[in-house]
């Protein structure tokens, strides 16, 4: 079941019980760009059910990550020594 995620190598474990009487169980790593949002009623019990599931993707945008690029570049032209 979910145990076996909620027990791992996660920078960010967040649980809430909500008031349907299911759990908000939310995981992230520094490891991934991926969240994982999970909604499940009777947590690591023997009647565990998923009842959502969702993925989110929380890198950087495409045109952000070139913006940072151009923007780096044009510092070291200046001759900018601390550009991190």
Do not use: H
Not at 30 to 49: H, I, N, Q, T, W
């Amino acid at each position: 079941g979910i145990c076996k995620y909620y027990a791992g190598e996660w920078n960010r474990c967040y649980s809430k019980d909500l008031d349907d009487g299911s759990v908000l169980v939310v995981l992230s790593s520094v490891k991934s760009d991926m969240v994982y949002r999970f909604r499940v009623k009777d947590l690591c019990g023997p009647a565990e059910e998923v009842l959502e599931y969702g993925e989110v993707d929380i890198s950087a945008p495409e045109y952000l990550l070139t913006r940072q690029a151009k923007a780096k570049s044009l510092l070291l032209e200046k001759g900018e020594d601390d550009v991190s």
